[in-house]
C-alpha cells in the first residue's frame, strides 16, 4: 500500500487554509517528500506525520513556494534524532539553493547527498524507481515519476522443479542469489512471473510538453498542477508557465492513467471545485486537490 | 492605538496549530514585525494582515524558528506592489543570514537595508523609536523595545502668548519649524508638554540579564519568552540558554512593566497555560500567549 498526502496545494502565495506546494509519499514506513514550500513541516504535524524516517526528498524547482521550508524542515529533521542520510533530488542549480537556505540549519546530525538533474531512473530506496522529466517553466524544473515495484509471487513447485533446497527458499525470496557446492542458485529459481508495481506521477510547474504523456504513461495517480481552473486565464497561463485544469485532463488522457489529481492552485482562485468541469469534460476521474487530502494505492492483482 | 498580533507562540517546532515565533505590531497603518518563523506569512493570511506596508522586520537572532520564514514573506511583499524600502534590524550576522536566504528570492522590487546590532536608538518610522539589548542566547540575539511617541497637545493659548500667526498654526503642530520675515517660530511655541507614549518589549531567546530591567522598563506590554511552564524544567532553561515561566515574571517584577505576555513556548509544553501559576504566583498580570492572541493598546490620558 502506497500513501499519498498533499499538505499543501497552494501555489504562489499561502492562502488561509491553502499550505504551500508539497506532497508527501509513504511507502513501508518510509517516505519522499516532494517539495517543501513554507509551512510544510506545520502541515506535516497536522497530519501527524513523523520526520525520522524521510529518506528523499524531491524538489522540482528552486522558487519559493516550493522550497522555502526546506531548511526548517531539514532542522527539525535532526531533532528527530535520525543520523542516516537523506537524499535531495532536484534540477540543476539545487546544490546552490540548499546550501544558501541552509545558512539557518548548518550542523545536521546527518549528511545530505544531493542529486542535480539526475535525468537516469535512480534506486535509492528498495523497491522504488524515480525517474525525472525535465519540464517547461521560468526556472530549471523537473517532473517526477515514482515507480513502486512489486515483488514477485514465491513459486513452490517452481522451486521444487528447479531442485532448490528449502533452506536457501527464504534468501532467494527476498531477491539474493546463493552459491553452495559449486552450485548457483538464482531468484528466479523460486519466484514466479513479475507483477505489476504502483506508478505515481507528479508534474509541477510547466506548461503541457510533448514528452509529458510518456513519461507519465499508465500512472495509477498523476498528481498535476492545475494553477488555473477557469479557460478564461489560458493566457495567463502562458504567460506564467503554467497549466489550465483543461490542459492538465488532456495530458492525463494522452497519458493512459487511472486518475488524475489536480493541486498547485492560483491564490486568486478560491474554490477550485468551481472549476472541476473544465477537467472532468475532458478525463473523468478527476480529483481536485486539497490540503491534506489523503489517498491510498493497493497493489493491483 | 498599537495593535500587538502573536502570529506564532512556538518555539523550535511547529506544533499543531502553534506556529514558529512572529509578533507584528500594527500602528497607524504601518506594521512592524518581529521574527519570521516557518509559516509566518500563513499566520498573516489567517489574521486576514496585508504584506505592503510592513516597514520594518526585526529578527532576535538567525535561528531556523525565528527566521525561516522571512524569504516566502519578502517575494509575498514583494508581490503585494511595495516598492518602498524595508529595513530589516538584526543581531551580528544578520546580513550573511537575509543573503543566504535569498537565494529563492534574488530580485526583489524594493530595497533592503540591514541594520546590524544597533546599540543605539533607531527612529525609522515617525514617531517610533526602536531600541535594541544584546542578550544571553547560544547565537547572537538582540531583545527590543519599541517606543511610540505620542504628539503633544495644540496649545492655543501658548501659540497666542506667543504671537505666532495662525497660517502656520498646522504646519508647527506637525513638528516642522516655520521661519518667515527674520522671525523663528519653534513647534514649541504652539505645543503642549511631552505626553506619555506607548512602550512595547520583547525578549527572547535568552537567559535572564541584570540589564533587562531596565530596558523593559514600565512597558506597557512586555512580551517575553517562556520556554518551560514548569519549574522542574529550569536545568533545560539554563542548559538551553531559554526561560521559565518564573524567571519571566520576576524580570516583569522588577521591570515595573505594566503586563506580561508570555510566548515561545517549547513543543513539549502542549498546555502552558497548566503552568500560569508559576507566573502570577510573581507577576499578577501575566497573560499566556496564543497564536493570534491580538492586543491594542490605547495612549494613557
Chains 1, 2 share one sequence.
Not at 494522452?254 to 468541469?277: C, I, R, W, Y
Request: with cysteine.
Amino acid at each position: 500500500m502506497v500513501d499519498i498526502s498533499l499538505l499543501g496545494c497552494g501555489g504562489g502565495m499561502p492562502m488561509p487554509n491553502r499550505f504551500l506546494s508539497s506532497t508527501i509519499i509513504n511507502y513501508k514506513g518510509r517516505k519522499i517528500l516532494i517539495d517543501c514550500g513554507e509551512g510544510t513541516q506545520v502541515a506535516m504535524r497536522f497530519i501527524g506525520s513523523g520526520f525520522k524516517s524521510i529518506d528523499v526528498i524531491c524538489i522540482t524547482h528552486g522558487h519559493g513556494d516550493h522550497v522555502v521550508g526546506l531548511p526548517g524542515l531539514l532542522a527539525t529533521i535532526g531533532n528527530s534524532g535520525r543520523v542516516d542520510p537523506i537524499t535531495i533530488i532536484g534540477p540543476k542549480g539545487i546544490e546552490d539553493i540548499v546550501k544558501g537556505l541552509r545558512v539557518i540549519a548548518p550542523y545536521l546530525p546527518y549528511d545530505i547527498n544531493i542529486i542535480e538533474n539526475p535525468n537516469i531512473p535512480l534506486n535509492i530506496i528498495e523497491d522504488l524507481v524515480v525517474s525525472t522529466l525535465e519540464l517547461d517553466h521560468s526556472s530549471p524544473c523537473i517532473g517526477y515519476s515514482f515507480y513502486f515495484k512489486r515483488k514477485p509471487k514465491f513459486d513452490v513447485d517452481k522451486a521444487n522443479t528447479n531442485n532448490v533446497p528449502r533452506i536457501f527458499w527464504s534468501t532467494l525470496q527476498k531477491g539474493e542469489r546463493v552459491i553452495e557446492k559449486g552450485i548457483t542458485y538464482e531468484p528466479s529459481m523460486v519466484l514466479g512471473s513479475e507483477r505489476q508495481g504502483i506508478k505515481i506521477s507528479l508534474i509541477t510547474d510547466t506548461r503541457p510538453l510533448d514528452t509529458i504523456p510518456d513519461f507519465i504513461k499508465e500512472s495509477d495517480l498523476f498528481i498535476c498542477e492545475g494553477t488555473y481552473g477557469d479557460e478564461e486565464d489560458l493566457d495567463k497561463a502562458v504567460k506564467n508557465k503554467h497549466m489550465t485544469f483543461s490542459e492538465a485532463a488532456q495530458l492525463a488522457l494522452k497519458g493512459n492513467v487511472d486518475e488524475l489529481l489536480l493541486t498547485h492552485f492560483s491564490p486568486a482562485m478560491s474554490e477550485p471545485e468551481l472549476f472541476k468541469q473544465n477537467a472532468t469534460n475532458i478525463f473523468e476521474k478527476t480529483i481536485i486537490g486539497h490540503d491534506m487530502f489523503v489517498k491510498s494505492l493497493a497493489f493491483r492483482d
